[in-house]
Structure formats: structure tokens, C-alpha cells
């Protein structure tokens, strides 16, 4: 078996090898044939904040919004109905990269500050010691997660990695703060922070005219400053040239297109805001839909420069958002919640692929999947077999059979959150399992059951109905949290650690 591993390993190492000496490929990729990949990553946009319909039906929200370049990746590409991630930002980004689930690597609310939290005080519950300075790259730094990136293992594979945009995977003063130290051959604009000083060049993307913390300042768009142009644009141009620069190069290249919108500070994007004024929409949600098409615009745009490469059949491009839409935007009915709650609105996002020759085109897969999953499934898609995260486990399973038309190897597969914090909501830890899901209130202890396929806005708790199927989600989540290593939160009244879910089975609801 070791040998068959070396043998497989010298053969990889020659055929990258092989590949770089490649000197000048047409189609910007190595001479193993790899694809390149953009992940388009969107912060804050909720899954009905397009004009594609990811419901079963056209809804209000897809009327209200324009976004024809996701409709055109849609029409090429297979779009996800049921694609999850964690219901806030930064344990997203720390499962992507990591292909962790949240409660395995402890990054369970947003970071920004050296050993700060920013959770609040709540009368019945301390959050853990969750790991609040986020993904560090190197060992020994205290309350991080310690793991292998995406990108580290893309970069040794022969490709060109590219950030552009918003990071937030580790604390400010911390080796993970700097995409540059995660694996990343290029950073663009990306820091600690996970939202800009302000969209506009012409307040030098600084949060100093709102006379907010300078910490949120966008470093490295020196250029642009003091110019009409809004971060988006800026941020797309500064993409699009580190791909030119990766196909003159010769390399094939990885550009995580990680935009800041369309989380706040919400500030309209000029170009697009008066058709949404027109159309009768005032204040926040005109603003934001204008921030949407300026988003959609980008993507266009980054479409329009690999089909100007004649490199579309050799890129695949991954649409996504990292959690749902904030609680003062319109929700995203007909889901239950938004941004930070269990519910889904606060998980399911938008998820569309485009993979010529792999993908169907115009297709739409039913079958659900989780944010960490994108580890493996990139890492497949790149040919790269051989890999271990630190610790021996990885979350993650890889989607590509989803993408050719396959059946899910596993239609029972549970998949799992983690939020065992104060902010803003209630803690709580909660599973999907085939069309049920089951969600444990910290605060209350109580268990909530829903079954998704009859009831996807979660209005009707069965827990009292189905008390065999309680029990068997309770179960599931209770042995995924211990196996994890799951914190979970102290109750102030009784000092003790909160209970797993299997022990309210009974006194639910
Ligand atoms: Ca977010």
C-alpha cells in the first residue's frame, strides 16, 4: 500500500513538474490538463436574492432583483436548491478552506480582534472558549484552529492561487489574518475584517468618514482612491488582471472572487440604483438591490474575460454565498429566519456550477450539500488524490458525482451547525438527515423537528408527532458533537456545561 502511494506520488510529482516545464500552454492550463477555478463567493446574499429562482416557484424577491449574468452561468451551468452554509461568516470561510465542519474546528462566530469576542452577555449562557482568533496556518497560536488549506494544497499542485476581497479567516495580529500566509500567491484587499470601510473610492474605501473604526479600512486599492470607482469594480479589474497575468504565466490558476458585498455598510452602487428607485423601491432595499446587479455585474465581467482568453471550456466557475440575508433586509420567503438562525434562511444559499463537458447544461440538482464539502469537491476537480488535514479528519465530501448527474452516494448523509454563542440570536447545534431536520435551543434545551420536504418555511414543530424520529436525530447530533469535540456553552444559573441534545428527548417540546 505505501508503495502504491510513493509510485502515485512521484508520478504526480512528475506530471506537475512535466506541466511547468510546459512554457507557453494556449489555454492557461498545465500540461496534466488542469481546469482552473473561480470561486465566486458572495458575503450576506440570501437564496432568494437573484432573479434565478431557487424555489419551485418564481418569487417576489426574484421579480424584484436583476441578475443576468447568474441567469447566463445558470443557463450553461447546474444550479443547487439545496446547497448550505453556516449561518455567519466567518465559520463559513474557516469550512470551506478547511473542509471542517464549524464544530470541529471551533471558529464558531465572525472574527476581528486579537483573544476579543464579539459575543454579548446573556443572562443564561457563556459562550465556550471557541476558537475566536480564527484558522491560524502555523501551530501554537492560542484559540485558533490549526489546519491544512485549500490553497496550500491547490498551490502545490501546480496552481497560480488568487485572493481578491474579503478574508476574515483569522484575528487581526494573527498569522491567519493574511491570505498571503494561507496558502495564497496574490492578495487583493483581503485582511482580518469582514466588511469594508465604506464601498467608495472616493472615501479611499475608509471607514473614517463615518467616523467609524479605521480597522475596517480596505489595505492595498491605493490606486483607485479618491476616484468613482465602487469596490466591486475595483476589486473585479484587480481580478481579471491577476488571471491575465496567471495565463501569460502559464499557469492554471485558482481566483477566490471573494466579494465584500453585499454586506454592509450598505452604500448604493450608483450605476444600477436608479431603476430600482424608479420601480418604486426606497431607502435600505433599493440600496440593496443595486448592490446586487453590481455584484452580478462583476461576474459578468469575469465571465467576459475568460471567454476574451478562450479559456471558458478549461475554467470552472462555483457561484455561492456564505450565509443568509440579515435580519433588516426583506426575508427570503417562503424560508423561515435569516442570517445567524438555525432556520434556513440563514443557511441555504445560492449555489450554481458551470464545468463545460462535465456539467449539464441548464440542469438543477435537488440533492443537498454543506459549505465544507467545497474542500474536497475542489480538490477533486483538480486531479489532487492525496491529501490529510492536521488532526486525520476532514468534514467535507466531495459533490463532483452530484455535478455528473449522479445519485448522492449517501441520500441519508447527515450534515450539522454549530452556534454555541451570543450574538444577536439564541445558541444553538442542529442536523440535517434526508428531509428531516432537527434544531437544539441551548438557551431553552428544547428540540425542534421539521421535516423540510413538506414544510420548507419550518412553521409546523413535529417533535411531539414523531418522537422515534426526535430520538434518532438527537442521537446522530449528540455523537457527531462529542466525536467533533463540539464546545458547548456554560449555563450561568447551574454552572454546568449544556447538556447534549439526546438528554431533552423527553422533555421536548
Ligand atoms: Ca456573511
Known sequence: MHTQHNVFAVLFLLAVWGGSLQSTPANGADAVGKPNIIFFFVDDMGWQDTSVPFHTEVTALNKRYRTPNMERLAARGM???????????????VSWITGLNAARHGVTNWTLRKDR????????????????????????????VHAVTLPMLLREAGYRTIHVGKAHFGAKGTPGENPLNLGFDVNVAGHAPGGPGSYYAKNNFSAAFRNADRIWDIPGLEKYHGTDTYLNEALTIEANRAVDRAIADGKPFYLYMSHYAVHAPWE???????????????????????????????????????????????????????????SNLPRNLPLRGHKITPYEGGTRVPLIVRWPGVVGQGTRCDDYLIIEDVFP?????????????????????????????????????????????????????SVRKGDWKLIYQHVTRKLELYNLREDIGEEKNLAADRPEKLRELAQVLTDFLEEAGALLPTDKQTGKRVEYPIAHVEDSP
Open 377 to 429: 469537491t475542489f480538490l477533486e476537480m483538480a486531479s489532487v488524490a492525496e491529501y490529510e488535514q492536521i488532526g486525520g479528519t476532514i468534514d467535507g465530501v466531495s459533490f463532483v458525482p452530484l455535478l455528473r448527474g449522479e445519485p448522492p452516494a449517501d441520500p441519508q448523509r447527515p450534515i450539522f451547525w454549530h452556534f454555541p454563542n451570543t450574538y444577536g440570536e439564541p445558541p444553538y447545534s
Open 268 to 326: 448604493a452602487d450608483h450605476r444600477f440604483l436608479e431603476k430600482y428607485t424608479d420601480a418604486g423601491l426606497k431607502g435600505l432595499p433599493a440600496v440593496f438591490a443595486s448592490m446586487i446587479e453590481s455584484m452580478d455585474k462583476s461576474l459578468g465581467d469575469i465571465l467576459d474575460n475568460l471567454k476574451r482568453h478562450g479559456i471558458e471550456e478549461n475554467t470552472i466557475v462555483v457561484f455561492m454565498s456564505d450565509n443568509g440575508c440579515p
Open 79 to 93: 444550479k443547487f436548491t439545496q446547497a448550505y452554509a453556516c449561518a455567519v461568516c466567518s465559520p463559513t470561510r
Open 117 to 144: 469576542s464579539p459575543d454579548r452577555n446573556h443572562p443564561v449562557i457563556q459562550p465556550p472558549a471557541w476558537n475566536l482568533n480564527g484558522l491560524s496556518p502555523t501551530p501554537g497560536v492560542a484559540r485558533t
